[in-house]
């Protein structure tokens, strides 16, 4: 059974460019969160996916966007990257019902 | 953005000796989640409490959920140097709801 998978590992980047990032959930899971995690510091929840909809948006801003797909995967859109996008990026996929959030590895940003 | 209050923020510990690490919130959760999280990996689930005053243990690890709803706290006991990593706890609302993390606790253990 495999687990959350992401794609890319790693990603360079330069300022001004976009990027998207890749989510595949855990079997069975419908539901999609993304978090961003700087150096040092704890994940920041950026939104959350349900039934191809945005259900809950953090405080990031309109240059981040996200999409899910009918079987459940999700991407990460960046526009007009900025060096402070440098981070881990970590998708987590749940049940709708349930508490328990399952991470990925995580794709690691860096913007030059 | 919101972060729960985790201490200590690192430990440096002997191998053998027991770990206590706490987290505190000023607003409710109810359901708390610790994790850990290892170098270039993502968080890994340790235990999920649901109910205040709740004591789950998952083999070495024991944490509890407070009695006010607004902290918890994690033990782990004669550590081993796997133990490594940052321990996160997270709090939830509701199911569905987002995650609100602390902003971890670095364990080193000295074998």
């Known amino acids: 059974d495999a687990g959350v998978t992401q794609s890319p590992t790693h990603l360079i980047k330069t300022r001004g460019q976009q990027v998207t990032l890749r989510c595949s959930p855990k079997s069975g899971h419908d539901t999609v969160s993304w978090y961003q995690q700087a150096l040092g510091q704890g994940p920041q929840f950026i939104f959350q996916?349900?039934?191809?909809?945005?259900?809950q948006r953090g405080n990031f801003p309109d240059r981040f966007s996200g999409h899910q797909f009918p079987n459940y995967s999700s991407e990460l859109n960046v526009n007009a990257l900025l060096l402070g996008d440098s981070a881990l990026y970590l998708c987590?996929?749940?049940?709708?019902?349930?508490?328990?959030?399952?991470f990925g590895s995580g794709t690691q940003l860096s913007v030059l | 953005g919101q972060q729960l209050n985790q201490s200590p923020q690192s430990m440096f510990i002997q191998e053998g000796e027991d770990v206590s690490m706490n987290c505190t919130s000023s607003?409710?959760?109810?359901?708390w989640l610790w994790y850990k999280q290892d170098p270039g990996e993502g968080p890994v689930l340790l235990i999920a409490l649901y109910k205040a005053g709740e004591l789950t243990s998952n083999g070495r690890l024991t944490a509890q959920f407070g009695i006010t709803r607004k902290d918890s706290f994690l033990n782990i006991s004669a550590s081993i140097p796997s133990d490594v990593g940052i321990y996160f706890c997270a709090g939830l609302r509701y199911a569905g709801n987002m995650l609100t993390f602390g902003g971890g606790t670095r364990l080193m253990v000295k074998p």
């Open positions: 607003s409710i959760f109810n359901t």
């Open positions: 996916y349900y039934e191809e909809e945005e259900r």
């Open positions: 987590a996929s749940s049940l709708a019902s349930d508490e328990k959030l399952f």
